[in-house]
């Protein structure tokens, strides 16, 4: 048995499954989803956005954090909890009241002894290039040491804003990306251990995906648009949430700010939640049902084999 969820999609009803028992778990919750917002500088974002692709010249961190150059991992192994759920924040936001914390605490408190919350130790100040090379690299790091430490143990992201572009670049083949192209990849492992990628108010925001979801128009892309299908490969297991009037992944000349951080009350924060949850209960469900480490061989939505990065 299983419950519907709902988000509507470019004025048609988009639609994912949760398993009856995760919505149990979420439903009493209730979270109070909605936390204080700081409404964005409409401008200011966009000139840091749009500055990645003005540079003229590679930020530092390019070579800083070279993986030819620097292959050693700049993090060490964290505990092997079955879940690690790892936030990358937007432009400006400040350590507490962000967007994503209400998400990932909602996952933390259905399942409170299996979940550890890392929140991505980035600058998210609007020099993009340089923050963001790093913030690529930090990110990348971290998912391939723990899936070396910790044989069993599963990923969910979650991107607001810049943090989206982050999240959606170290994911993308190295010549799709707009920052960190020099700071190597997910290994093979880590791939397949990734169960959810849940992004709001991306910059990158192509409105031809199969995942997208939310009010947006399709014909409007983020000011920063990926090109179709560089995250094919991961398509099943994210939720690209995207409002009409959010002029960071609906591009236009109106810059209503308030359309930015619409998600803290327009109940898209739970939705995400709950998609996370979902993921785990399936991810769970397979391993129940499956010979061996389920965590290995397959990935929720999918039965085929796991997703590799095109080759370069």
Request: one cysteine or more; glycine letters at 8%.
């Amino acid at each position: 048995m299983s419950q519907m969820n709902t988000g509507i999609r470019a004025g048609r009803m988009r639609r994912f499954w949760a398993p009856i028992g995760v919505a149990t778990v979420a439903a009493p919750l209730l979270l109070s989803l909605a936390a204080c917002s700081q409404v964005p500088d409409a401008e200011e974002n966009i000139d840091s956005l749009t500055s990645v692709t003005e540079a003229p010249a590679p930020p530092v961190a390019a070579d800083e954090y070279d993986i030819k150059t620097n292959p050693e991992p700049i993090v060490e192994a964290m505990d092997c909890t079955p879940y690690l759920v790892v936030t990358a924040r937007g432009t400006g936001e400040p350590n507490k009241g962000q967007l994503l914390s209400p998400v990932a605490r909602a996952v933390k408190k259905a399942l409170p002894t299996e979940v550890t919350v890392l929140d991505l130790d980035y600058p998210a100040d609007t020099d993009v290039n340089e923050g963001g090379t790093y913030a690529t690299r930090l990110l990348l790091d971290t998912l391939n040491v723990q899936a070396e430490a910790c044989p069993k143990q599963e990923f969910a992201l979650l991107g607001y804003s810049q943090g989206a572009l982050i999240i959606g670049d170290a994911l993308s083949p190295v010549d799709a990306r707009l920052v960190g192209a020099t700071v190597g990849e997910l290994s093979e492992e880590a791939q397949k251990r990734i169960l959810a990628v849940v992004l709001y108010g991306n910059p990158r925001f192509n409105g031809e995906e199969r995942y997208d979801v939310g009010s947006f128009d399709e014909k409007l892309g983020g000011i920063l648009p990926r090109t179709t299908g560089s995250l094919e490969p991961y398509a099943e297991r994210i939720q690209d949430f995207c409002v009409k009037g959010d002029f960071i992944c609906q591009s236009n000349m109106e810059l209503d700010e308030k359309g930015h951080v619409a998600y803290f009350k327009n109940g898209m924060q739970q939705d995400g939640s709950n998609y996370v949850l979902a993921q785990i209960a399936m991810s769970k469900a397979l391993k129940a049902i499956t010979p061996g480490d389920a965590a290995t061989d397959s990935t929720p939505g999918e039965t085929a084999t796991p997703p590799s990065t095109p080759a370069q």
